[in-house]
C-alpha cells in the first residue's frame, strides 16, 4: 500500500496563494488516481481536487474552481494542490488521497473511493 506525505500546509492572508504536496512511496505511483480532500474543526472531510493516472484528466469542488489547481509529477512520485486566492473559508486540514486504478482517464471524488491517506496538512487562513 503506498504511503503518503503532505506538506505546504501554513498560516496565510485571505487573497495569499499556498502550494500543497503530496510524496508517495510504496508502489508504482503512476498505477494512482490522486485526490485532496479537507476537513475544518466540526464538519464532514469534503472532496477538493482530483487527478487521474496520467494528469489528464481532473475534477474540482465548485468552491474551488478557478482557484485551485491539482497536478503531478510521476516522476517525483508527487501531487500537488496549487491554491491561489485564498479565503478564510478555505481554513482546514488538507488530505491527500490514493487509489489505484486500471483506468487511466479516470479519477474519484468520494472519499470512500479511496483506499489511502496522508496524515494531513494544516491550512489557515487569516481575514
Known amino acids: 500500500q503506498v504511503q503518503l506525505v503532505e506538506s505546504g500546509g501554513g498560516l496565510v492572508q485571505a487573497g495569499g496563494s499556498l502550494r500543497l504536496s503530496c510524496a508517495a512511496s510504496?508502489?508504482?505511483?503512476?498505477?494512482?488516481?490522486m485526490g485532496w480532500f479537507r476537513q475544518a474543526p466540526g464538519k464532514e472531510r469534503e472532496f477538493v481536487a482530483a487527478?487521474?493516472?496520467?494528469?489528464?484528466?481532473?475534477d474540482y469542488a465548485d468552491s474551488v474552481k478557478g482557484r485551485f489547481t491539482i497536478s503531478r509529477d510521476n516522476a517525483k512520485n508527487t501531487v500537488y494542490l496549487q491554491m491561489n486566492s485564498l479565503k478564510p473559508e478555505d481554513t482546514a486540514v488538507y488530505y491527500c488521497?490514493?487509489?489505484?486504478?486500471?483506468?487511466?482517464?479516470?479519477?474519484?471524488?468520494?472519499?470512500?473511493?479511496?483506499?489511502?491517506w496522508g496524515q494531513g496538512t494544516q491550512v489557515t487562513v487569516s481575514s
Open positions: 488521497a490514493a487509489t489505484v486504478t486500471f483506468r487511466s482517464s479516470y479519477y474519484y471524488t468520494g472519499r470512500d473511493q479511496y483506499a489511502s
Open positions: 510504496g508502489r508504482t505511483f503512476s498505477s494512482y488516481a
Open positions: 487527478i487521474s493516472r496520467g494528469g489528464v484528466n481532473t
